[in-house]
């Protein structure tokens, strides 16, 4: 039995739209064992079948390794939030891909890791952090994900401050314009390369300046309840930077002052939408794995 835990992903990081994503330290757990049957344990009935998409994806990567296994039980250990921006997708086609590889013996080659994933999820922001870990822009180029890894400095505190609704990836794909001004293009690439730099050396001055958008979130934002009164307290509090995660409905605010997170929490509890407050770092490692006595 192998165990493999994935983290949870923030994708776009506000100016880096479908580019930018970042690997969090809270995590999605799957245990692997060979099995005589397809076996699911701890995943809701209308999951537990071929459909599963961690199947899916240990079943795409056993055809790419050319390598057969006659039953598997998956077993769900830990979710990270669902449909929620935070990437929950990702980890199980990661998940699933690094199954594949363990149960078969098979060394783990993480450049084709990604490339299977980037097959099934159709693009790689969420899935290369959840890979490899930290600040990753990655892009395609002919159909071939490229990705590169930044080192954001440990001292970032982030807040993922998560809603009881869902904001669906096709709304909000359908909430962006199909023309964009150039000046609103410019605006937020004249950014991404300081927001890297600025996670790496801890510049939260910087930071705090130039993380914006005009990309997505302004369209975004009107499909998110209560994303003006959350940002207020935020901003009021402490906050430097704040952004949606992936299309939504969880946001991301960065603060230094951890003592700040209850007086957050507390003006949240004046919302309706039952806010939680998820208290997190960056994850430096992306996926691990471990084998297990069964």
């Not at 961690?54 to 050319?66: D, E, R």
């Not at 600040?135 to 809603?163: G, H, K, T, W």
């Not at 409905?249 to 957050?264: P, R, V």
Request: proline share 3%.
């Amino acid at each position: 039995m192998f165990e493999v835990k994935v983290p949870m992903t923030s994708a776009n990081v506000a100016c880096g739209f479908d580019t930018l994503g970042l690997a969090l330290q809270t995590h999605s757990i799957f245990h692997f064992e060979l099995n005589d049957k397809l076996d699911f344990v701890g995943f809701e009935k209308e999951f537990c079948n071929e459909d599963n998409l961690v199947y899916i994806a240990f079943k795409k990567t056993l055809n790419f390794l050319n390598k057969s296994i006659d039953g598997v039980k998956i077993s769900l250990i830990e979710q990270a939030p669902i449909a929620r921006g935070l990437g929950s997708s990702a980890t199980c086609v990661v998940a699933g891909i690094f199954g594949a590889y363990l149960l078969t013996g098979t060394e783990i080659n993480k450049n084709d890791i990604l490339k299977i994933a980037t097959e099934l999820e159709g693009h790689p922001d969420n899935v290369a952090p959840a890979i490899f870990g930290n600040l990753c822009a990655s892009c395609l180029v002919d159909d071939e994900a490229i990705s590169v890894q930044y080192n954001v400095d440990e001292r970032f505190n982030f807040m993922a401050l998560i809603p009881n609704f869902e904001t669906k990836t096709a709304d909000a794909r359908k909430a962006l314009p199909k023309d964009l001004p150039l000046k609103d293009a410019i605006f937020s690439l004249s950014r991404l390369g300081i927001v890297l730099r600025a996670f790496e050396t801890y510049d939260i001055q910087t930071l705090k300046k130039v993380l914006a958008d005009k990309i997505h979130e302004p369209y975004r934002k009107n499909l998110i309840h209560e994303y003006d009164e959350v940002r207020n307290i935020c901003e009021n509090i402490e906050s430097y930077g704040f952004f949606i995660s992936g299309s939504g409905s969880t946001l991301i605010n960065i603060l230094i002052d951890e003592t700040k997170l209850e007086l957050i929490k507390e003006q949240l509890k004046n919302l309706k939408y039952n806010w939680k407050v998820l208290f997190t770092k960056v994850d430096k490692e992306g996926t691990t794995w471990k084998e297990r006595n069964v």
